[in-house]
RNA sequence: GGCGUCUUGGCCGAGUGGCUAGGCAAAGGUCUGCAAAACCUUGUACAGCGGUUCGAAUCCGCUAGACGCCUCCA
């Protein structure tokens, strides 16, 4: 029986504020398409935390032996600054500025996206679709929407025709917004002149004569809406109905509503049964932003080369400290945070690689079966990882109290305690273990027993200076060690 | 201006009509030659003001503040 069948999941679903029980349209499988970057710059860590979320979730599925279909896509198709009918797009504009070739600069991040993920411990998506791989599919789909009568052609381009749509639809049903509300609070842009209303989008841009990016269409030589990429993609690969569909919280609006907009004019059905958003993460409680310097690099993370950071973090301390935070929340890039979760990471890890070597009893004193359940719980209720941590604290102190001798455990339950830790800490968290290391067989710790000893035998002759310089002098090398009732251990790091 | 979200103890951060979140920091204790680590104990928080209720941090209203979207954005 797969484990689905017994931990039934909840989903907060963006289309109605409620947490609901998850259930595949097709029982067993799951499509779940996110909306990837825009590759014209360095990813930044609030793409990463979008992203992270997802991979939990993407992980989380597979645990509970879900197959899962994760299309995650690449934008590099350049699309405009801004919703005027001029403008450079953005992709082109970084070409320009450096002087080279638009998909150099699209390779060039998507490089690096992919560099920086990796780094994080993500899991590859199923499917890793690029705009410009689907300008056929999008075509298709303009085809249809005009058909439709949802769609109007004005000077090359295509546009969605919202006030139509919402004569049968409702255009608004992600973001609860009102087509009477946007009419009355849409800025008037200067040089807009093709669109019958404000609040329509493009489907299809016909290209300026400079325009590098440029693709052929009935219409026009052009390239097509930024909204479109999506519905095609998330289509070709899901299907016309697919289960969960995610993305950033700024996407909601008018990102995702535009999909969903464009899905139902053309196949007239709703597109996406849950949609997830995941919250922005800040920084010292201020939205990032490059042009205030409240702005921080993910590899700056790594190297500590940034001034709001006062040194450099492993990639699992980052990984941990946004996963101490639900993903619907809006959680504060801080280094005091940042301190206390490696503090807290190392502690859970230290926990973790003392296992093997834990005595066992003919009885346990704590219930593990109840204790592993709720781990489940925190993440069956919407993937609530803080809690799920705060269990995994629960479990790292039994394994301390079991050392200390003030618990017992028996052989069985320490094999169920051992394979559920791990694998919601690496499997389904995604952390890596630290490079602490409790005592192994490599040269390293053959030659700390061997001062271990040393130590051990100048503290029975009383020479406290020689054990606090063996200590101290390794504690500097970055080997901590610990005395403890049964002898001394250490950890590295 | 419109729409929406949020406001929790020293800090971070869950929860949500009555029952300990957790981490970090702090205090006391156990252990130790001394430390460190670990373990035990300690905090009685929920922006303010009203209302609903036997009971609200949790529901409703108002006020204040923060943030997001409304224009590219994860």
């Known amino acids: 029986m797969p484990l689905y069948e017994s931990q039934s999941i909840k989903i907060y679903n963006s289309l109605n504020g409620e947490k609901q029980d998850f259930e595949p349209i097709i029982p067993g499988y799951v499509g779940m398409y996110v909306c990837g970057p825009t590759v014209y710059s360095n990813v930044h860590l609030g793409n990463v935390r979008t992203f992270m979320s997802f991979d939990i979730i993407y992980r989380y599925l597979k645990h509970l032996e879900y197959k899962v279909r994760y299309v995650r896509n690449i934008t590099d198709a350049g699309h405009l600054e801004n919703d005027a009918d001029e403008g450079e797009d953005r992709i082109a504009k970084k070409a320009r500025l450096e002087a080279i070739e638009p998909m150099e600069v699209v390779q060039r991040y998507t490089v690096d996206f992919h560099n920086i993920l990796n780094?994080?411990?993500?899991?590859?998506?199923?499917?890793?679709?690029?705009?410009?791989?689907?300008?056929?599919?999008?075509?298709?789909?303009?085809?249809?929407?005009?058909?439709?009568?949802?769609?109007?052609?004005?000077?090359?381009?295509?546009?969605?025709?919202?006030?139509?749509?919402?004569?049968?639809?409702?255009?608004?049903?992600?973001?609860?917004?009102?087509?009477?509300?946007?009419?009355?609070?849409?800025?008037?842009?200067?040089?807009?002149s093709d669109k019958k209303n404000p609040q329509d989008f493009a489907l299809w841009k016909k290209a300026e004569p400079q325009h590098i990016m440029r693709w052929p269409s009935p219409w026009s030589d052009g390239f097509p809406g930024w909204h479109l990429e999506c519905t095609a993609m998330s289509t070709k690969y899901l299907g016309e109905q697919f289960d969960i569909h995610g993305g950033g919280m700024d996407l909601k609006f008018p990102h995702h509503e535009c999909e969903i907009a464009q899905a139902e004019a053309t196949n007239d059905k709703a597109p996406v049964n849950y949609w997830m958003h995941a919250n922005m993460l800040i920084m010292n409680g201020k939205k990032m932003a490059k042009s205030t310097g409240n702005y921080i690099l993910?590899?700056?993370?790594?190297?500590?080369?940034?001034?709001?950071?006062?040194?450099?973090?492993?990639?699992?301390?980052?990984?941990?400290?946004?996963?101490?935070?639900?993903?619907?929340?809006?959680?504060?890039?801080?280094?005091?945070?940042?301190?206390?979760?490696?503090?807290g990471y190392f502690r859970l890890m230290d926990a973790i690689n003392l296992m093997d070597n834990l005595k066992t009893s003919s009885t346990s004193s704590v219930d593990i079966q109840n204790w592993r359940q709720k781990c489940y719980d925190a993440m069956n209720d919407d993937f609530n990882t803080p809690v799920l941590i705060a269990n995994l604290f629960d479990?790292?102190?039994?394994?301390?109290?079991?050392?200390?001798?003030?618990?017992?455990?028996?052989?069985?339950?320490?094999?169920?305690?051992?394979?559920?830790?791990?694998?919601?800490?690496?499997?389904?968290l995604g952390l890596k273990n630290s490079d602490k290391e409790v005592v192994g067989s490599d040269k390293l710790s053959s030659a700390v027993e061997i001062l271990i000893n040393l130590r051990k035998e100048a503290r029975v002759n009383k020479d406290f200076a020689l054990s606090d310089k063996i200590r101290d002098e390794l504690a500097e090398a970055g080997i901590q060690l610990q005395d403890g009732k049964d002898g001394t251990t250490f950890t590295t790091n």
């Not at 590899?299 to 940034?306: A, C, P, T």
């Not at 109290?401 to 028996?410: E, V």
């Open 395 to 428: 479990g790292a102190k039994f394994i301390n109290q079991i050392k200390d001798g003030s618990a017992t455990i028996t052989h069985e339950d320490l094999d169920l305690l051992k394979s559920t830790i791990t694998t919601f800490t690496f499997d389904i």
């Open 119 to 192: 780094t994080f411990n993500f899991l590859p998506p199923s499917i890793e679709p690029t705009a410009t791989g689907h300008i056929i599919e999008q075509i298709e789909i303009i085809k249809n929407i005009i058909d439709n009568g949802f769609a109007y052609k004005v000077n090359g381009s295509v546009y969605f025709d919202v006030l139509k749509y919402n004569e049968s639809k409702s255009y608004g049903i992600l973001s609860k917004r009102k087509v009477e509300d946007l009419i009355h609070n849409t800025r008037a842009l200067d040089g807009q």
């Open 298 to 343: 993910p590899n700056e993370i790594f190297s500590g080369d940034n001034p709001h950071i006062t040194k450099a973090y492993l990639p699992s301390v980052a990984r941990f400290f946004m996963l101490q935070a639900h993903y619907r929340s809006i959680l504060d890039f801080t280094n005091n945070g940042l301190l206390a979760s490696e503090k």
